[in-house]
């Protein structure tokens, strides 16, 4: 996944999943939950109990959710 398709996935506000290449998916309800690097390398997703996981985008998929960016491959 590029950075901008990441970005414009979480700037339209809408609750989505990131796939990645392993086959785990990580739920991004509200554009709260996640972050991008300065360089967009990698995201960190937080979960609802305040734990984290580091993302690298190249190993990302795709993300599946309601906008124009659903469905999306990196």
Known sequence: MSRSQVQAA???GNP????MADGKEYHI????YISLSPK???ATVYDDEEGF???????MT???GSNSTAGAEG
């Open 62 to 64: 795709g993300i599946a």
């Open 53 to 59: 996981y580091i993302l690298p985008l190249l190993t």
């Open 10 to 12: 979480v700037r339209s």
């Open 29 to 32: 309800p509200h554009q709260d």
């Open 40 to 42: 967009g390398t990698f």
């Open 16 to 19: 989505l999943t990131i796939r």
